[in-house]
């Protein structure tokens, strides 16, 4: 039965897909959508509103990152709209513990156990005319037992703005209790994603939507040249990637590099969360940890979801270089 509703789900994501990206003029479907012609109908008598709630489902044919995204959407419109948020959970159960963003909080699976119906808004923005339209429907629910969703993978660039909540979730997740020391604090430990794999394929082909993703081995190069000019001791290098040794050999004159070509994907994402510096690639994989560090993280320039203004997030050049007086190396060894 899983996998049946999983190949249903695909095909409705497809469709889905192709149907939206033909559509110019999102106004000229609203009509499709039940909450959007629910909307002039006045609650008779209760316009209570405390028992409605929104969730954003996580694309599950996506990456966890992409999914991380779209869960921080839900959390950020049941602030911006002010209604509560329905936890949506991931679909692997092991990301699911390892996040502990679920952990005391209801569950759209609770609610929907206790009658709540599912309501897909309209995609908006977040203009003051899209906003109006969301609380007009909204309104009109009032009283009844109502999850709004969010539309599928609907853009929220902004990610930053939920780090105190995903922050205070993760470091008090059960998980927590059962996490190791990952690295030798004595050392400064840089952890570095170079994202290959799929935009690999799409550099060759010339696909945009890949190949705008692609960050040259200069560019990371450059990174690390600067860094160990910076440091009075030679760093060790976590590399996360895709391929082999060979291919990134020459960053061995700047650290003690520890291939972590095949480490699982949850390591991965633990170790960069923990590095004293993070240096990350145009990856949701990569980014979701940065949101959650609180080493240095190094950014690559004209990423989509923006970074905030901190002296802790370096936003590199296009060739890599980084100011370095913006800078401060977390010494370990004389906390």
């Keep these: 039965m899983k996998n049946k509703a999983r190949l249903s789900n695909k ?186 794999g799929d935009i690999v394929q799409g550099q060759q082909s010339g696909e945009e939507t890949l190949a705008k993703r692609w960050l040259t081995l200069e560019y990371y190069e450059n990174i690390l040249k600067q860094l160990s000019e910076k440091l009075t001791e030679l760093p060790c290098i976590y590399l996360f990637s895709q391929g082999n040794e060979e291919e990134y050999k020459v960053f061995k004159q700047y650290g003690e590099v520890h291939y972590c070509l095949d480490m699982s994907a949850i390591e991965s994402f633990l170790y960069m969360v923990r590095a004293d510096i993070l240096v990350i690639s145009k990856s949701s994989f990569s980014y979701k940890p940065a949101l959650l560090a609180d080493g240095i993280r190094i950014c690559p320039p004209g990423f989509w979801h923006g970074y905030p203004e901190d002296e802790k997030w370096i936003v590199a050049g296009e060739d890599g270089s980084i100011t370095l007086n913006q800078m401060y190396i977390k010494n370990r060894k004389q906390n």
Excluded at 85 to 109: C, M, S
Excluded at 183 to 194: C, F, P, Q, T
């Design 11 to 196: 095909i409705y994501r497809k469709i889905h897909h192709v149907f939206f990206t033909a559509v110019k003029d999102q106004d000229k479907v609203l009509f499709l959508y039940a909450s959007y012609r629910h909307r002039k109908k006045i609650p008779k008598k209760d316009t209570d509103e405390s028992n409605l709630y929104i969730t954003q489902i996580p694309n599950e044919g996506a990456g966890i990152g992409h999914q991380i995204a779209n869960y921080n959407g839900g959390y950020h419109y049941a602030q911006l709209l002010g209604i509560k948020h329905a936890y949506p959970g991931f679909r692997d159960e092991q990301w699911d513990k390892f996040l502990g963003f679920g952990e005391n909080e209801i569950t759209v699976d609770e609610l929907k156990k206790q009658g709540y119906r599912i309501r897909t808004l309209p995609y908006f923005n977040e203009s003051e005319e899209s906003l109006s339209l969301i609380r007009q429907i909204i309104h009109s629910y009032a009283g009844n037992k109502i999850i709004f969703s969010v539309e599928l993978d609907q853009f929220y660039q902004k990610q930053y703005e939920v780090i105190p909540h995903i922050k205070e979730k993760f470091e008090h997740a059960k998980a927590r209790a059962c996490e190791l020391e990952l690295y030798d604090r004595s050392r400064i430990n840089i952890a570095v994603h170079i994202r290959r």
